[in-house]
């Protein structure tokens, strides 16, 4: 068979794939992805999309709402992150047809697959290995659109950045956006949070300056401490320029986190509230640094939030990276829960700026974290019996909501929404 008629031979395989997947013909799928294990041919046809629209076996499936042959597809090596032309996962399809068992499967299996990811780049990390998600995707010599570019940048503290002529953005010498002017709403509101509704008097810290637009809003609060943690030269000497260093109860750290943390946290420094919105880290630094939260957030009363631009151009993708944090923030023994707030970022804002890090949504998913009552009991009677009668703990705050939820309340606009935005 030439290449021609076995590309031929292949698209009405792939084609007759589709269709039974549309169908939910679960024997006839099943039959064909045998075939195709046997005479390799073509391998792996679960995996396999139409040339023209980019639709997969599985976005199919989704689409439909056939929820056991989902399973076998994923089953069958089947990715759950596949993308079509117009950038829609299986996902994507199902969120919009509101088929939410569908949806539960595949975050549940989007999430155990990052873990296993990112669980497998740590360990090449840790020995050395410097593997990196982008390298997975395509060598470096390769032409990638600028929004696929890998969003870490290892040299970020050597670059000079910039703030634009508007002084509404902060810029890279890549011309792309450390922090711009719009995020303002949304910083006041994680002010408000990380302080238990905007009380005075609290011991906070905020991780990374940028434009200081969540540490104005925290000095209007009035913290009996204020500690900013800041490793950039170019924006550390700003902050001296502005004078923050003269403010009352503002304590600055220059340095990176990975440095000044274990330095607060010789000196006994425990914090009422914690933000965090770093620059140019890979992903492993996010949960590293979760590890300093639990080692420096108040008991019981603590709430720590951080910038939340995870997998921002698809919400799917954002609905499993948020689930991915939870389940990594709850092994420490605090919840997670995600408040829908309200946002609108005009195309104007980007004027200037190389590369979006927010892409169009009208929704932001606040990060709210707060220490499990259940994990603060457990490690109060450590070593000792728990009481059994009259004891009830429960172990959320507020309502926890799973991924799917949040993604029907999203699709359905009834959504709870935040007042303070």
Known sequence: ??????????????????????????????????????????????????????????????????LDLCRILLEYGAPWNAVDRRGKCAGNYATERQHWHVVELLVDAGTKAELILGAAIRHSMKNGGGMDPSCLVQSSDQVRPVDQEPCTKPDYLSQNV????????????????????????????HASIITGNSQRGKVVLNVGFGMGIIDTALQKLEPSMHYIIEAHPDVHQKMIHDGWDKKPNVRICFGRWQDEMPKLMREGVVFDGIFYDTYGEHFTDLEDFHECVARTLQKPSGIYSFFNGLAPDNLFFHGVACQCVKLQ?????????????????????????????????????????????????????????????????????????????????????????????
């Open 1 to 66: 068979m030439s290449s021609s008629e076995n590309s031929q031979y292949t698209e009405q395989k792939v084609q007759a794939m589709l269709q039974a997947c549309a169908d939910g013909n679960i024997p006839l799928v099943q039959s064909m992805i045998e075939e195709s294990l046997q005479h390799s041919i073509p391998p792996l046809i679960a995996s396999l999309q139409d040339e023209n629209t980019g639709i997969s076996p599985l976005m199919a499936a989704a689409d439909a709402g056939h």
């Open 162 to 189: 910039r703030y634009n002529a508007a002084k509404t953005a902060l810029l890279d010498q890549d011309d792309d956006a450390v922090m711009m002017e719009w995020e303002k709403p949304l910083m006041e509101a």
């Open 329 to 421: 923030l709850a092994k420490l023994g605090l919840d997670s829960e995600f408040a829908a707030c309200e946002i609108q970022v005009n195309d104007s804002e980007w004027d200037g700026i190389r590369r979006k890090y927010w892409h169009g949504r009208d929704t932001y998913y606040l990060p709210i974290v707060t220490w499990n009552n259940g994990h603060l009991v457990r490690e109060h009677f450590q070593g000792q019996s728990i009481p059994q009668q009259g004891s009830h703990v429960t172990a959320s705050h507020g309502e926890k909501r799973e991924v799917a939820s949040v993604l029907e309340e999203d699709i359905n606009s009834k959504k709870p929404k935040m007042n303070f935005l």
